[in-house]
């Protein structure tokens, strides 16, 4: 390669720099999650689109990949659901509003929406696989008349799991919204569904010729929600997933996201599953 | 094309008249058969004649530690760190490793082009030598030959009592003036033959790769790898990194930094919770072959392994690339040849 044809690399972008944003929200979600709602300076848009990922850092702490909650139809800031796992999310519990954390993102492809407009959408959203799911779900909320039936199948472990409950009864509410929710296991005072995400599956009435899906949750869920979308009936072609690795850079530089050959972090982490069936690694 | 001869006894005077240029990095002797890249401070220090290094010049473009940033944590507030241009003569280089730097050059420019790395790089000069293959070279198997100058500004071949000097560069040119040596006029030798090799080109080592996704050789090697990601560590065309904070004694400051890391080491798929993606050595050995064979030659019709021999070298548990890669070809060559 001649490297005499680049920009000089003075004049490339140091894309490990992070942009400084301020916390203007912190609220609790469950035991282990908590929402942030995070500005840019200047109250700048991150410009993303539902499904991609920001790298979030605390100096002295660390950076990680987190997905945008919010729909880029929130104009002016953006928000994350963040689950406790470690070090950095700890840390990042601690937080108030007014503390400036780093930011580089968005990044990622996130969800095709040209491919869901006008097509009955259905999202299927195991645990914190909610998080980045409301991205979309609210987009196509915002955007109503683009979209057909919004179908949302969301699977927790138990009620106490639960993430962003107040939207939850809104789109329970929703006569637009077709919503089931179902946790593994229910406490005596749970009135709904009990039982693994699957079993919302059989019972929900698809128009499988005009129905995208969206799937997102913990790694051992996605065969299973496979499986029973396909005995549904639903095609390949229809189904689309967003998939968890460790996307360190973001940039497709650190190699840790890779499955087989693809950069969660540039081909990813939303995925058609006609493009990764035949990847071993994926899932 | 100009061509010189150096007199075995003028190799020093000819490093410290580039030294006079520039600063010289080139291999020296660190120990009976080991060989590093230093920067050179005594010309005499400098060894032509070598196997290999452990490390290649790619420390010098991706060392093993960046520092990305450095923070103030009262004032919660980071400045980025200056990358140096390094302009630098790499001396003694051989020809796979400057092949590595062009996969690199590949690796750091595809997508989103790295600063980091292309600050560093671009001002690298380059001096290759031509070396004899020992009992790990493999690189004619995958089309780099002991003599191939690719890249560089100035290339040395090795006569019995000296070298064959040849200016390719204008840059390379430029080095030579004040250093006066006699034409070479005949002709080069002939450069050694490899004795390890893998028997079939790229092309044909896709679709053998693609078929032996579950081939029982990876869970063999397995069984000896002791997962300790020394492959990753030596070659030279592995980038992958890892970026972590140092946080200074008075908790006041720190930097935030970017090291090596390797397909290798378990935690290298680990995500937040503890999932590991590549849980088993045999899935790491096969991701590590697939880097180099594969993934990344599918996209570009070149191998990513530049066969300079070093992951079977230095591999603590005698794991040999060369027979995986040619057990793969053997059983795949059986198959088509077998009765159905």
Not at chain 1, 168 to 191: C, F, M, N, R
Not at chain 2, 296 to 322: E, H, K, L, N
Request: hydrophobic share 35%; aromatic share 10%; glycine share 8%.
């Amino acid at each position: 390669m001649n490297l005499s044809e680049l920009k000089t690399p003075a004049e490339l972008e140091d894309l490990y720099h992070p942009v400084m944003a301020e916390i203007k929200e912190v609220k609790r979600l469950s035991a282990m999650e908590t929402y942030y709602r995070v500005e840019l300076p200047g109250g700048e848009d991150l410009g993303h689109m539902p499904g991609q990922f920001v790298e979030l850092s605390i100096f002295g702490v660390g950076e990680a990949p987190f997905s945008v909650s919010s729909s880029p139809t929130l104009k002016g800031s953006f928000e994350l659901g963040v689950r406790r796992a470690g070090m950095l999310t700890d840390v990042l519990l601690r937080q108030q509003p007014g503390t400036k954390i780093g930011i580089r993102g968005p990044f990622g492809n996130g969800i095709d929406v040209e491919k869901f407009k006008g097509k009955d959408v259905l999202i299927v959203a195991g645990g914190i696989g909610l998080v980045p799911m409301r991205s979309m779900i609210n987009y196509v909320i915002d955007n109503r008349d683009q979209f057909g039936k919004l179908i949302i199948c969301y699977g927790s472990k138990s009620e106490n799991d639960l993430l962003f409950t107040d939207e939850l009864a809104q789109w329970d509410k929703d006569p637009s919204i077709d919503y089931h929710v179902t946790v593994d296991h229910g406490s005596e005072s749970w009135q709904g569904n009990t039982g693994v995400i699957t079993t919302l599956i059989p019972r929900l009435d698809l128009d499988l010729a005009n129905t995208v899906c969206c799937i997102c949750g913990p790694p051992v869920m996605y065969r299973f929600v496979l499986m029973s979308l396909k005995s549904k009936g639903l095609s390949d072609e229809s189904i689309y997933m967003s998939l968890e690795r460790r996307m360190k850079c973001g940039v497709g530089k650190c190699g840790h996201c890779q499955i087989n050959h693809s950069y969660v972090c540039q081909d990813g982490p939303v995925y058609h599953y006609p493009d990764i069936k035949s990847m071993q690694e994926a899932l | 094309m100009v061509q010189f001869y150096l007199e075995g006894e003028r190799v020093s005077e000819f490093v410290a008249h580039l030294m006079n240029h520039k600063t010289v990095y080139a291999p020296h002797r660190k120990g009976q058969k080991s060989f590093s890249f230093e920067r050179t401070q005594n010309p005499a220090d400098v060894v032509l004649d070598y196997p290999r290094t452990m490390h290649s010049v790619k420390k010098y473009f991706l060392p093993p530690r960046e520092e990305l940033l450095t923070f103030d944590l009262k004032k919660n507030d980071f400045e980025t760190s200056d990358i140096p241009v390094c302009d630098a003569i790499f001396l003694g280089v051989h020809s796979y490793d400057l092949a590595a730097v062009g996969r690199l050059d590949y690796n750091f420019t595809v997508g989103s082009p790295e600063r980091n790395y292309l600050t560093r790089r671009q001002d690298a000069i380059f001096i290759g030598v031509s070396f004899e293959p020992d009992k790990y070279h493999f690189s004619g198997s995958v089309g780099i030959r002991p003599e191939d100058n690719t890249g560089c500004d100035i290339f040395l071949t090795k006569l019995f009592d000296g070298y064959v000097l040849e200016v390719l560069t204008p840059t390379g040119q430029e080095l030579m003036e004040g250093m006066d040596l006699p034409a070479h006029e005949a002709g080069k030798p002939a450069t050694g033959h490899f004795h390890q090799h893998i028997f079939v080109p790229q092309a044909k080592l896709s679709e053998i790769m693609e078929r032996s996704y579950d081939n029982p050789v990876w869970e063999e090697t397995a069984e000896k790898c002791v997962g300790c990601g020394t492959c990753n560590l030596v070659c030279p065309t592995c980038y992958c990194f890892n970026v972590e904070e140092n946080v200074d004694i008075t908790v006041t400051k720190g930097n935030r930094e970017r090291h090596w890391d390797g397909c290798m080491l378990r935690k290298f798929s680990e995500v937040a919770g503890g999932e590991v993606f590549r849980e088993s050595l045999a899935s790491r050995q096969r991701h590590r072959i697939f880097r180099k064979f594969k993934y990344i030659s599918d996209q570009t019709g070149q191998p990513w392994c530049v066969g300079c021999g070093r992951c079977t070298a230095y591999c603590t548990a005698g794991i040999s690339i060369v027979s995986i890669v040619n057990r793969l070809i053997g059983e795949y060559e059986r198959a088509a040849v077998a009765p159905v």
